[in-house]
């Protein structure tokens, strides 16, 4: 049985519609990437498995469980974190007490700790005692990625953790994904980026104006087909 | 030059009374920029609450303290979670309008209750009582006073900066949504954070009831202080209420001490002139 289960969301605006039934799933251990332009609907689609936007209960199953009428802190609770676009780091925290925020709806004992995450981005223990606002951004990321992982989620959503980031920076944050596959948290990737997200999804969607436009492993998805999938056929 | 001195400490430990007022706004206006009108008259509440426990069950008004904060704060945890709650977003308008009502109803309810008599809070040999400070005589309930405020502003901070409610305090006054994410529900921390307020507000009202009489319609003019010390040290900063709630009792006991008239008079004045050098007080957030 999938992990989670989205089946047919729709999810609006007032009165406009940014989703329009959106069928996906994600197995225990699996990463997936979703990508697509720019207003494609990724972001939304985040959002609401997060609890941020509230849909039909049972648009959203997560093992078993609907979640999408859910608010965002029980859903963080039931071990669904996120890293939000614009890392969102709290400004009157300090690096440490970003990191350690992130755990207070949910107390799981696993894989990573203050210790790990330290272990993980060095440069953040380094840091540690700054006020978040001092870092820079692919540090804020790191400290955004670590603020998700510390409450040691079954699944991990990441929301366009590239953007406005050095490619060598990119590289760095992308190097935790071979780690946490072998703690076996699950794991959707939202990118604008398509390179480094193919990279390191098991399967892909392809989002365009709120609908899925195409599945699939990385291997088996033509440049061409992704080209039509994101932008529309020529 | 005794009495220079003496009038000195007077205003210093006044001015831990007015801190006292002014923590419990601080509080509620730093977690989430609400400005209480109401806080008053909450205050003049809890020492009618104080009160009445200390007439009806005889008991002693420290206790009857301790028995009326968790009662307050279960009133503010109560007030915020159904009522203000309901308040807050992006216009400033509502919660404004919704506690100055509230503060309309906490006053009528209580001249229902109590009458316009004026009361005081019996703390029996402590009223008199005083210490010899060198050559002055310091009273005993104004030393606990100012002791009290420096332990709550002490409290407030290390819970503010050293406990994981105090983490989220501050995370969700910077961002509800994100802190949401963080497992945090930000309609029960507002709670908590009034029920915190309210604690306060309970130990405020055991030393205005204990030091001079009052009556359900002396609030608002508590509260114009408790908001001059709070803008004064700078809106959310702990430790500059305190400074803020100082200035302002050593410039009214200094106006009493030149002209009586002049008490409440020359405690505006401090206020304007430390707003006109420092528009945004002593003690500014980096990031308002």
Known sequence: MALLEITDLTARYGDFQALFGVDMTLDPGETIAVVGANGAGKSTLMRSIAGVLNNAADQIVFDGLPIGAMSAAEVMSLGIAMVPEGRRLFPSLSVEENLLIGKYGRAASGAWSLETIYGLFPILKERRDAPATALSGGQQQMAAIGRALISNPRI???DEISLGLAPVVIRDIYAIFPRLRE????????EQDIGQAL??????????????????????????AIHAAYFGAP | MVSLADTLIQGVLLGGL??????????????MRLVNLAHGDLIVLAAFLILTLVTALGLNAFVATLIAAPI?????????????NRTLGPDILP??????????VIQNGLLEAFSADSRRINVGWLETASLPLGP????????????????VIVGLNQLFYRTALGRAFRATSDDKVTASLMGIRPDRIFATATGIAMVVAAIAALYLGARANFDPTIGPARLIYAFEAVIIGGLGSMWGTLAGGVIIGVAQTFGAAINPEWQILLGHVAFIAVLLIKPRGLFPRATD
């Open chain 1, 199 to 224: 990279k390191v999804a098991d399967r892909v969607y392809c989002m365009m104006e709120g609908r899925v436009t195409l599945t699939g492993a990385p291997a088996e998805l033509t440049r061409e």
């Open chain 2, 136 to 151: 002055i005589n310091v009273g005993v309930m104004p030393l606990l006073t100012f002791a009290s405020a420096l332990a």
């Open chain 2, 95 to 104: 919660p404004l309008l919704v506690t100055f009502g509230l503060s309309i």
């Open chain 2, 18 to 31: 007015y801190a006292l007022f002014a923590a419990g706004l601080s509080l509620i206006f730093g977690v």
């Open chain 2, 72 to 84: 307050m704060f279960a009133i503010g945890y109560a007030l915020q979670a159904q009522v203000l």
């Open chain 1, 183 to 190: 703690t076996g948290a699950s794991v959707v990737i939202v």
């Open chain 1, 156 to 158: 991990l959503l990441c």
